[in-house]
């Protein structure tokens, strides 16, 4: 086996090498100088501001591929979304479906919009969908809901912190008014407190109605917080709005037992002949595969088992206005198969972390409203359906995708679409 001369790797790698006279320090030394490059300093979107940042744009790219006409007409909704407003940029969005989901809260077909430039997604999907609802529809359910911030206080010693929060659990229906006070939708239903040695960590969790609520329970806790350093009989010595205990926009085991977001459980049984009918293989090869990936999973160090929940998640959550870097968090569950004694196969996805909402953030501009309007999804009282539709559509992929890899199509698939 030939063998790598590591130091010589290493020599050549980082040696200065001359380049038109510079050296490897000239490279990578500070430059200092006002940058050609700079733009408005104004966020907002008016005439005047996107006149002058594209003043500098055009000279690199044509101005009407990403300011468009209907960009220009719907420009003033983009302002509480986006800061520094250049246009929009359009994604192919294609539908899946139809997928029956026989849910708590969703009742009903759905043609789901997934915007991706990955091909073979939106087929495979559309393929899950398709077998789910010939088997009579995914039964779905809304376990848990509950959005967090985790303000963090730190004291000189152990005994003073738990002075603090001797303090604490004497506050909570003033904190409640307080965080309440902040919002029209959300409610403060539990605070959770955690004591690492002289920190202390509040665990503020918050129903959010139909919003995806991370903005909202940020301005709420941070009334409470300020509360807290301003009437607190024990003085802490550092606070932090956010100690990163509540796994935002990051995978975490924690949310498995628990809930950020929306916990959704969805199922389907389907029968040998369904399997072999859209899959191509069988309940049992099915069952063996989620076996040893299980296994695999454990050995990469894995948080959950499952195929590809970010690809449903990120289509769906960028088609419909959600907060693309939830995916983070919302890709984190548990995949199970089974074969049932009469043979079919019994297919189970529990998703922990969906961060979803039918109102607020990107959900009423133009498009987005236009996808969610698709599954008739749009506007109030429809955030739990859409965590519902949203784990059914996780289910379809998972069938999809390894039903592809048992019945070797996964590669052909791609080579003929990707293609």
Not at 4 to 33: D, M
């Given at each position: 086996?030939?063998?790598?001369?590591?130091?010589?790797?290493?020599?050549?790698?980082?040696?200065?090498?001359?380049?038109?006279?510079?050296?490897?320090?000239?490279?990578?030394?500070?430059?200092?100088?006002?940058?050609?490059?700079?733009?408005?300093?104004?966020?907002?979107?008016?005439?005047?501001?996107?006149?002058?940042?594209?003043?500098?744009?055009?000279?690199?790219?044509?101005?009407?591929?990403?300011?468009?006409?209907?960009?220009?007409?719907?420009?003033?909704?983009?302002?509480?979304?986006?800061?520094?407003?250049?246009?929009?940029?359009?994604?192919?969005?294609?539908?899946?479906?139809?997928?029956?989901?026989?849910?708590?809260?969703?009742?009903?077909?759905?043609?789901?919009?997934?915007?991706?430039?990955?091909?073979?997604?939106?087929?495979?999907?559309?393929?899950?969908?398709?077998?789910?609802?010939?088997?009579?529809?995914?039964?779905?359910?809304?376990?848990?809901?509950?959005?967090?911030?985790?303000?963090?206080?730190?004291?000189?010693?152990?005994?003073?912190?738990?002075?603090?929060?001797?303090?604490v659990v004497t506050q909570y229906d003033h904190?409640?008014?307080?965080?309440?006070?902040?919002?029209?939708?959300?409610?403060?239903?539990?605070?959770?407190?955690?004591?690492?040695?002289?920190?202390?960590?509040?665990?503020?969790?918050?129903?959010?109605?139909?919003?995806?609520?991370?903005?909202?329970?940020?301005?709420?806790?941070?009334?409470?917080?300020?509360?807290?350093?301003?009437?607190?009989?024990?003085?802490?010595?550092?606070?932090?709005?956010?100690?990163?205990?509540?796994?935002?926009?990051?995978?975490?085991?924690?949310?498995?037992?628990?809930?950020?977001?929306?916990?959704?459980?969805?199922?389907?049984?389907?029968?040998?002949?369904?399997?072999?009918?859209?899959?191509?293989?069988?309940?049992?090869?099915?069952?063996?595969?989620?076996?040893?990936?299980?296994?695999?999973?454990?050995?990469?160090?894995?948080?959950?088992?499952?195929?590809?929940?970010?690809?449903?998640?990120?289509?769906?959550?960028?088609?419909?206005?959600?907060?693309?870097?939830?995916?983070?968090?919302?890709?984190?569950?548990?995949?199970?198969?089974?074969?049932?004694?009469?043979?079919?196969?019994?297919?189970?996805?529990?998703?922990?972390?969906?961060?979803?909402?039918?109102?607020?953030?990107?959900?009423?501009?133009?498009?987005?409203?236009?996808?969610?309007?698709?599954?008739?999804?749009?506007?109030?009282?429809?955030?739990?359906a859409l965590a519902e539709v949203a784990a059914a559509l996780c289910l379809a992929g998972e069938?999809?995708?390894?039903?592809?890899?048992?019945?070797?199509?996964?590669?052909?698939?791609?080579?003929?679409?990707?293609?």
């Amino acid at each position: 086996m030939p063998k790598l001369n590591f130091s010589r790797h290493v020599t050549s790698l980082f040696s200065p090498q001359p380049s038109n006279g510079s050296t490897l320090e000239q490279k990578l030394n500070p430059s200092f100088g006002r940058s050609p490059l700079r733009l408005t300093p104004s966020p907002y979107i008016s005439d005047k501001s996107l006149t002058k940042r594209w003043s500098k744009l055009a000279t690199l790219t044509d101005q009407a591929l990403l300011l468009d006409e209907m960009t220009l007409e719907h420009a003033e909704l983009y302002n509480k979304n986006i800061e520094h407003f250049i246009g929009t940029v359009k994604l192919p969005v294609g539908i899946a479906g139809p997928l029956r989901v026989n849910g708590l809260h969703a009742n009903d077909d759905y043609l789901v919009p997934l915007a991706t430039t990955e091909a073979a997604l939106v087929a495979s999907y559309n393929r899950g969908a398709q077998l789910i609802t010939e088997a009579g529809g995914a039964s779905a359910m809304l376990l848990n809901e509950g959005v967090s911030r985790t303000p963090v206080f730190i004291f000189n010693s152990l005994l003073e912190a738990g002075q603090f929060v001797a303090w604490v659990v004497t506050q909570y229906d003033h904190f409640k008014h307080i965080a309440e006070s902040t919002t029209a939708h959300g409610k403060l239903h539990d605070i959770n407190v955690n004591l690492e040695g002289n920190h202390v960590y509040l665990v503020f969790e918050y129903h959010t109605g139909d919003a995806s609520g991370q903005n909202m329970v940020t301005i709420a806790t941070n009334e409470v917080y300020h509360f807290i350093l301003s009437q607190s009989p024990i003085e802490p010595k550092e606070a932090f709005l956010d100690g990163n205990l509540s796994g935002d926009k990051k995978p975490n085991a924690h949310t498995l037992r628990h809930v950020r977001g929306k916990k959704v459980a969805a199922e389907v049984k389907l029968s040998k002949q369904l399997v072999e009918k859209y899959l191509h293989t069988t309940p049992e090869k099915m069952m063996r595969f989620g076996q040893v990936t299980t296994t695999g999973a454990a050995l990469s160090g894995g948080i959950g088992v499952n195929a590809h929940y970010a690809n449903a998640l990120a289509a769906l959550y960028i088609a419909c206005g959600q907060d693309a870097a939830c995916v983070a968090e919302s890709a984190v569950g548990i995949t199970r198969m089974e074969v049932s004694e009469d043979g079919s196969l019994y297919a189970s996805v529990t998703l922990p972390n969906l961060m979803v909402g039918t109102v607020g953030g990107g959900t009423g501009l133009p498009t987005q409203k236009a996808c969610l309007e698709i599954m008739k999804l749009s506007g109030s009282g429809k955030a739990k359906a859409l965590a519902e539709v949203a784990a059914a559509l996780c289910l379809a992929g998972e069938l999809s995708i390894v039903g592809a890899f048992c019945a070797d199509h996964f590669s052909r698939a791609h080579q003929k679409l990707a293609r």
